[in-house]
């Protein structure tokens, strides 16, 4: 009976070793993926937090190579507004290349295919895969700064639908002005106008497009959207 009680506990002593717990590392190793885990979810709802309640016309900055422009979107165009807002705030903005710039007329960017250089004879052709209502709002017109949709031309899209995410913004106003009642206006720049004008200035090759690189870097909110800026006059 001796022995067998000694077999026993030894036994035992196997069972509870080959069950021990995880090491000093493999813990440590546990404890900062948690720590990680919980830091990108505190990230996502911070950044998620600074794009709420923004108001009826949101006031964002969007920064590119050549500067930053304060722009406003107006109320009175809920769909292109929500849209932008929807896409700025998912980042689909960042990186994507001003792809036509034409001096005295306007600057063009939104188009995905621009963060591909290899589909660089498409640049112009691409979006979200959606188009939006047109909003083209008597009183809102192509002045200095004003961000317009870019759309398709009338004889296949008669009812002026706008791109999904391509969208211009005017250099100069009496070079736009043919396009007022022709496309949405839903935005105007309030601060920055120089970076247009230093945009529109840039070098290009073919196609109206410019030589260097010029992108957008991000989108942000403004959330003190009543200290900004004043609007710009023509």
């Known amino acids: ?17 080959g069950c021990k717990g995880p090491s000093d590392n493999e813990e440590a190793e546990i404890a900062t993926v948690e720590t990680e885990t919980t830091e990108e979810t505190m990230e996502t709802k911070v950044e998620a937090n600074i ?3 923004l108001g009826e016309e949101p006031v964002l900055k969007i920064e590119t190579t050549d500067g930053t422009m304060t722009v406003k979107l107006y109320s009175e165009t809920p769909l292109h507004r929500d849209n932008f807002i929807k896409l700025a705030s998912s980042h689909f903005y960042d990186g994507i290349l001003f792809h036509r710039i034409i001096r005295g007329f306007m600057i063009q960017v939104g188009d995905p295919l621009t963060k591909d250089s290899t589909q660089v004879a498409h640049f112009g052709t691409g979006g979200p895969g959606y ?13 200095k700064g004003a961000l317009a949709a870019a759309r398709r031309g009338d ?3 008669p009812a002026k639908e706008s791109s999904g995410s391509q969208f211009y913004i005017v ?3 009496e070079g736009c002005s043919h396009l007022d009642g022709e496309y949405t206006v839903f935005g105007e720049v309030i601060d920055g106008i120089e ?9 290009t090759g073919s196609r109206d497009l410019p030589v260097n690189r010029i992108e957008i870097i991000s989108i942000t909110p403004v959330k003190e ?4 800026p ?4 023509e």
Do not use: C, R
């Open 1 to 17: 009976m001796k022995f067998k009680s000694i077999y026993l506990m030894m036994a035992a002593a196997i069972i509870i070793a």
């Open 51 to 53: 794009w709420e309640n």
């Open 131 to 143: 188009t939006i209502p047109a909003e083209i709002i008597p009183g809102k017109t192509h002045k």
């Open 155 to 157: 004889q296949v899209n």
């Open 171 to 173: 250099q100069d106003a």
């Open 195 to 203: 970076v247009i004008d230093k945009i529109a200035a840039e070098k």
């Open 225 to 228: 959207a009543a200290e900004a």
């Open 230 to 233: 004043a609007a710009v006059s």
